[in-house]
């Protein structure tokens, strides 16, 4: 997406010309892309009407024609940077959110989430951790084998949902987290998972065969019949 | 839980400790998340790191926990029990040298996997437990509260390819060509149109005709019509004579064909 | 190495840096409002999440005891001054809203992608082999009338353009292609376009009835002469 280093070079005091100033070429646009700074206010309402994350690609269909909503975006982040309200990323999407350190004026705003269980959350942290991960890995790792209902309050919060199945015997479905997810929790990417990279370090993430068979651990259950075969959000 | 927690806090030697934490064990074993969960809770009164937990003593820990949940008629279900059978096991792998030509893992293969078992559990606790303090989508911070409606605006584009656009053209320039098959046959008459035609004629026909009359105007002079024609009208001829309609004759062969109407049954 | 204890620490205080202003400690507040820039960024905060326009009073309900959330909100209308968002004032209440002049951006045009119809295909093609052509050609040409709707749509997609009038009774008006159509299709010329004996060459055609048995089609279409290197065109 935005790379600062991009910018210095590809601001040009060429785009503050009049917008309506037609191309030279035919087969570029018919009209020039509209200022840096416009483009930015463009971004900035664009941003600051949705309560979802928008990505870049619907940022550009929604702008004029000829539009660097990735530029624009680098300044509109810069803007924001410190004030009350953020401009963050999720995933490939950017959203406008308070800062967290506000949190304290917003009581009134604030939604009662339902509460997790515990198995709720491990299960979770899991398929964050481990994503894709498979009902048979999650229970692995838990020792106890995972409720429909957990997963299905999981799917329902929209912060998981199914990945692509694993290509193991049985192709049992795998479950990744959402934008939503990484919304909720601030994350701008499944790979800022906090302490993901000690984890991977720490060899915690592998997917270690035990040496024999070791009881009290849940057999691979039978597989949902879901079949959703949607591409995984995270390339990992 | 909290209760083993702050009972090990509180507690000074380690079999304090770890008779506490037994008791706060049973108080708490409906509690537990399986024998996994379980087990992990009794590493922690070895107060080590997870790596370096010694497996025998916590598989005599966990024996002695079942056993002791046992007198008290406490209910296990079947798979911590199961957890004990095969601890059991284990201890006795670990304790005793291996018997030559033995198969399968070690004990300490054994052992070390149960470690990382229980080290990867501590660690998705921890992160369950980072997660979920960070700071939190409409609790610390804050979406837009009045969001815009977007208005969807449906446009429609069209395509067409160079080969839809060929195609179509040849379509049209053809449109003879691109008849269905059986429309086609314009050359080409059938023994139901020559029967029909027949039946219409005969009835003028008093005497002996030759078959060639009874083809369609104009299909004479196309041979491929009056191929088609001439067999079917003489199809037809078969068909009426069989039925008693009419009668043919030939007079020798390559002769031409004759037909007239049969006599009518009272003459 | 990594103790799943230490990596707790390490993260969290990583994280701490998020949360750059603390929550202005009770006692402190009590004697000192913070900084008037701290106190913009919360009325900014709070506008923005804020579902309905917030009046002055409320804003200092909210803010720690000493602010002055009439002067932090001048700050803040003057920073948003020109941007895409703006501070406005409903009755005695303010709200942020987007700026009137950016509305058209809250339009999610989605593109559909339809076949052009058959008619208006045959029609394009007729054009495009005879140009210029009249309705009337088209029409015989077609052996069916031409709707006016598929010549509008034609000449919407600028895919047909009026040509010059034929100095015929009438003077009736022609088409002609567009250069967008050129550009479309990938020619250069409408000359360019394959004739009925290459398309048969091509397979296009299907090569059924033997010469001689068609009537009223004369193998030799003017354009013919015209497309001689097309076969390329069919590679593909």
């Known amino acids: 997406m935005a790379d600062p280093h991009d910018m210095a070079t590809e601001t040009s005091a060429a785009e503050s010309v009049a917008a309506e100033m037609p191309a030279p070429d035919e087969n570029q646009s018919l009209f020039e892309a509209p200022p840096m700074g416009e483009q930015e206010r463009m971004v900035e309402a664009i941003l600051f009407a949705s309560t979802e994350p928008v990505s870049i690609k619907e940022l550009e269909d929604r702008m004029p024609h000829g539009c ?51 198995a709720a959350i491990e299960t979770l942290a899991i398929i964050a951790y481990h994503q894709p991960a498979t009902r048979a890995e999650i229970e692995e790792i838990r020792g ?36 939503q997810f990484l919304d909720h929790f601030g994350l701008e990417n499944a790979r800022d998972l906090p302490g993901l990279k000690e984890l991977r370090a720490a060899g915690l993430l592998e997917n270690r065969p035990p040496p024999g068979t070791i009881p009290g651990l849940p057999e691979n259950d039978e597989e949902e019949d879901d079949s959703v075969n949607q591409s995984e959000m995270f390339e990992d | ?29 409906r509690g537990y998340e399986g024998p996994l969960d379980l087990l992990l809770t009794l590493s922690r009164t070895q107060k080590v790191d997870l790596r370096v937990i010694s497996v025998t003593e916590l598989a005599e ?32 792998r670990l304790l005793l040298p291996p018997e030559p030509g033995e198969e399968g893992p070690t004990g300490e293969e054994l052992a070390a996997h149960l470690a990382f078992q229980l080290e990867r559990l501590q660690a998705m606790r921890d992160c369950a437990a980072k997660l979920m303090g960070r700071d939190q989508l409409g609790r610390d911070f804050f979406a837009r509260g009045v969001p815009e409606t977007v208005e969807r605006v449906r446009k429609v584009t069209y395509s067409a390819t160079l080969l839809d656009l060929m195609q179509g053209y040849a379509r049209i320039r053809t449109k003879d060509e691109f008849r269905p098959f059986v429309m086609d046959r314009d050359a080409i008459l059938t023994m139901e149109q020559a029967l029909d035609r027949m039946r219409g004629l005969i009835g003028y026909a008093g005497d002996w005709t030759g078959l060639e009359t009874y083809l369609p105007e104009g299909w004479g002079e196309d041979p491929k019509r009056r191929r088609s024609a001439t067999a079917a009208t003489f199809a037809a001829s078969l068909e009426m004579a069989k039925a008693g309609q009419i009668e043919i004759r030939q007079g020798e062969t390559f002769s031409p064909i004759q037909i007239r109407k049969k006599a009518d049954k009272d003459g």
């Open chain 2, 61 to 92: 820990q966990y024996l002695r926990f079942i056993d002791h949940a046992k007198s008290l008629r406490i209910e296990l279900a079947a798979d911590y029990l199961v957890m004990a059978a095969w601890l059991a096991f284990l201890k006795s």
């Open chain 1, 68 to 118: 660097d909503a990735s530029e624009a975006l680098t300044y509109l982040r810069k803007r924001y940077e410190g004030r009350g309200v953020r401009v963050v990323r999720v995933g490939d999407c950017y959203a406008m959110r308070t800062a967290p350190d506000l949190g304290y004026l917003m009581q009134k705003e604030t939604v009662e989430t339902r509460k997790l269980s515990r």
């Open chain 2, 1 to 29: 839980m909290d209760n083993l927690f702050a009972s090990e806090e509180q507690a000074s030697t380690q079999s304090v400790a770890e008779r506490m934490a037994a008791e706060a064990l049973i108080v708490d074993v």
């Open chain 1, 144 to 179: 106890v084998s995972v409720s429909r209902g957990t997963v299905d309050q999981l799917l329902e919060m929209e912060w998981i949902r199914f990945g692509r199945r694993r290509m193991s015997p049985g192709r049992p479905v795998t479950f990744v987290v959402t934008q």
